[in-house]
């Protein structure tokens, strides 16, 4: 193996990251460990960015994988949390606190797409939940509940991880997700099978399929809003991508099975996200219950269980981590003015003009309408789901998105009525963010055909796929 | 060559940018009318280009756009297509230039009538499905908002009974779309490439597609029994909103229905079943308009009374029908639009549309009046009109593909004719009581008035302008 300082640099940016979170915690300067870590973030965005548009393929310390398919999800985990990282910065008071554990948590997220084996998986998913509980806990008193929550979900999945791991053992001697794609070396049995939904069972309960879902709109709502967004951007994305890459790799020779489980489990969950969605009041709550119809869409790609439907899941997986955030910011900005509700929220538009045009667009993406990045994701998720012969899946998919409509039309036609309260300044820098975001939101609905060619190289990176 | 529709689509992109920008509703307006103004001329241009330049009908403008799924940004400048690009530029402008009776904060209205007419051109010249589908959503989006920011009375309830039809048949458009492409022998969006090849998709295949299609251009025709969100739609959305609504948003359907009927090779089967349904919808039409009193209503119910006529050109599967009902989708969109103008002008003057209170317009508003008069001999098919030419040819093909059957529907035009006559006799012409105006008529609409009628002269007394595009 070649030597590459582009390959390397980035175990080398992740240490960096932590060792400055430590440092940050002693000096207690909050511009400069917000520099530091956005330096880092962007260091590793760059650099994974340039591992994509090369095509790399390397295998670091025989644990850390670099493919086409980690570029891929580095460079959208690297600027989601550069995302993540301004918006604590400007939202809580013990940023320094907060950004040692975030570095943490960063590795954890930035390992699970590189990892090569099993054991990398569990303890990357560890290092990423266990943070994330801390981060709900520090805001005080009143986070107690969902930190509770959250705790006892992770420690339930991943000990159904753990178990699941043990039970595939046998097959797979290694732990390695490389070998085993490569060897092969199943006989069908019960066991394995077992595995393979508990497999589901501990990833769908971070990712939020149905029905180890329901904690998502407690934690989601009572958490800060910059958690939430961490929350619902990262680490649920994060699960769906150790989801994607164990059923690829480890259980390529399955295809038939997963699909069955995924389908069952997209249909379900996608009703339980859009009807709950309808009920809700808070518009944070209704944003969780709208996260959750999401993941069943990403499901539907996984259902597909091809080249193709990976592909659309990765792609919408994209889409949907700078939506949900987008959506966290704005929500979480005006929270600060005594915004909840969806009356809250009428004449929006007339207190301040950005946030009530971006939530809208952010909306209109999240129901799937052109020329937006969210309905591209969705026309390659139910077109896969109709090239494998899900021709159900893709109506009942299809049929959500029109549910859908309902709620954020509600929204919407609330923000776009008359005020007469006072109006809403947000800083320059949060106008900068929103924009970006936008922007990325729009431009790869507009063009998204270098989008679609990545996802396309990562989805036939992963082994298993030709 | 000059890409000319890429050229006009540029500008119209260009023309939602500079009519958002602006800060006050004056500019904004100036703008989006020199923008939209420009998208005319150019659309007159492509009908010039389109009948003297050789080679230049029927070719295919295209950039690579998503290459995984042969997907072009491909436009083709067909005859259909140059005259509802046409139809589009001429309301659009129109709808810039008139007046709304709530005027305050409408400024972002004018974006939006540009977005509008972006979507609608880019929509007509669209050479796959994929780009047609994207164009159709972000109209009715527009339209939407056009509805539920700007509109008065029950505006909300509308524009959301309005989004509920429209995104069920956008369901159902993306769905038959992609069902399309995955059941065509090389998988693909392109209409020729689908039109060349339908006859091997399998039938049950084709017929499901076919229903599916059909339901979803019904609801946006609007044809009985999808047809329930226009008199609301019509009557809270601004003026500018309901010309543009009802002359170019109510063509998409229409021109999807064109497609659809030329596109699958299973679409004869139907045929006679598209004429009932269309008949049945234009009578329905037909006497529910006299029950209404409000003119925005009456309009309404008016234009899907030609919606159904329109099918039934579509389902003759003949030249002549196929022509006239492009014709009456050209001259429907410029009677419809100039009746929503009219109506706007007198909202303004008299603040009222109830015809039941409404009485001698002609004394107050004598432009407006005859302007009233002019759309209804439009819409009833008088000569010297766009829409007699249309109507016999619509005729000539339903007489000659459904026998005398065909002629049928055409006392659906005489019913409502009869009531709109009877409208105009008792609140525009008679003097014998006269309401009392409240202010005048706006000089933006009496120049709106003054366009849409005379290009509804223009096309009556020349049709070979355009029908010229069919025989080069």
Known sequence: MVFDATYYSIPALMFALVLFGLLSLFHRNKRVAFAATSILLAGIFAASLSNMAYGSNALLFSAYSISPFSSYLLVLFSSIFLIINWFAYSSASDYFKLNFIMSVLAIGIFTVPMANSLITIIIAIELMSAPTILLIAFGGKRYAEPATKMFLLSAISVSVLAFAIALAFPYDVTLSLHAASTANPFNSGYLLMLSLGLFVVAFGTEAALFPFNFWIPDVYQGAPSHITAMIAGLNKKVAFIALIEVLFTLFAAYTGTISVILSVVAILTMFFGNLGAMTQTSVKRMFAYSSIS??????????????????????????????????????????????????????????????????TIIMLSLAGIPPLIGFVGKFLLFSSAISSGLIALAIIGILNSFISIYYYGRLISSMYGASDQRSIALTKSAYFVIGAILAVIIAFGVYPEPLIIAAKAAATSLAGFA | MLPLIFLILIVAAFGVLAAYAPRNYATAKRLAIIFSGIVLVLSIVLVYYGLEVHGFLNSIESVSYISQFGIDLAFTAAPVQ????????????????????????????????????????????????????????????????MISSFGQGQAKHAANAYLVYSIFASALLLFSIMMIYFYTPVHSF???????????????????????????????????????????????????????????????????????????????????????????????????????????????????????????????????????????????????????????????????????????????????????????????????????????????????????????????????????????????????????????????????????????????????????????
């Open chain 1, 294 to 359: 999401q993941a069943g869409y990403i499901s539907v790609g996984i259902a597909a269980a091809n080249s193709f439907g990976i592909e659309a899941s990765l792609f919408q997986i994209f889409a949907h981590s700078f939506m949900i955030v987008g959506a966290f910011i704005i929500i979480g900005l005006l929270e600060a003015y005594g915004l909840a509700t969806v009356k809250d929220y009428s004449g929006l538009s007339r207190r301040n003009g950005l946030a009530a045009a971006g939530l």
């Open chain 2, 190 to 472: 392109s209409i020729s490439y689908i039109t060349a090849h339908s006859y091997m998709i399998p039938q049950g295949i084709q017929a499901m597609i076919f229903a599916l299609f059909f339901i979803a251009f019904m609801v946006k025709m609007p044809i009985f029994p999808f047809h329930s969100w226009i008199s609301n739609a019509y009557a809270s959305a601004p003026t500018q909103g309901s010309m543009v609504i009802a002359g170019v948003l109510s063509k998409f359907g229409a021109y999807g229905m064109l497609l659809l009927f030329s596109m699958l090779s299973v679409s004869s089967d139907f045929s006679k079943y598209a004429f009932a349904i269309g008949g049945i919808s234009a009578f329905y039409a037909a006497f529910v308009a006299m029950r209404q009193a409000d003119l925005k209503k009456i309009a309404a119910y008016t234009s899907m009374v030609e919606a159904g006529i329109i099918l039934i050109g579509i389902a003759s599967l003949n030249s002549f029908g196929t022509d006239g009902a492009i014709y009456l989708m050209l001259a429907h969109g410029l009677v419809i639009a100039l009746t929503f103008a009219i109506i706007g002008g007198i909202e303004i003057a008299f603040g009222e549309r109830n015809i039941s209170v409404l009485k001698g317009v002609v004394k107050d508003a004598m432009g407006s009046a005859y302007s009233f008069l002019i759309a209804v001999f439009a819409s009833t098919g008088i000569p010297l009109t766009a829409g007699f030419i249309a109507d016999v040819l619509v005729f000539i093909g339903a007489i000659k593909s459904f026998g005398i059957y065909g002629i049928i529907p055409l006392f659906s035009i005489m019913v409502v004719g009869f009531y709109l006559y009877w409208v105009v006799n008792r609140s525009f012409l008679s003097t014998k009581e006269t309401s009392q105006s409240i202010s005048k008529v706006p000089f933006e609409a009496t120049a709106a008035y003054v366009l849409l009628a005379a290009s509804i002269f223009l096309f009556g007394v020349f049709p070979s302008i355009l029908m010229g595009l069919f025989n080069v």
């Open chain 2, 82 to 145: 140059i005259i509802l690009i046409l139809l589009a530029a001429i309301v659009s402008l129109c709808a810039t230039i008139v007046k709304s009776s709530k005027f305050e904060n409408s400024k972002n209205l004018y974006p939006l009538i540009m977005l509008f007419e972006l979507s609608a051109i880019g929509l007509f010249a669209s050479g796959n499905l994929f780009i047609f589908y994207i164009f159709w959503d972000v109209g009715v989006i527009a339209a939407y908002f």
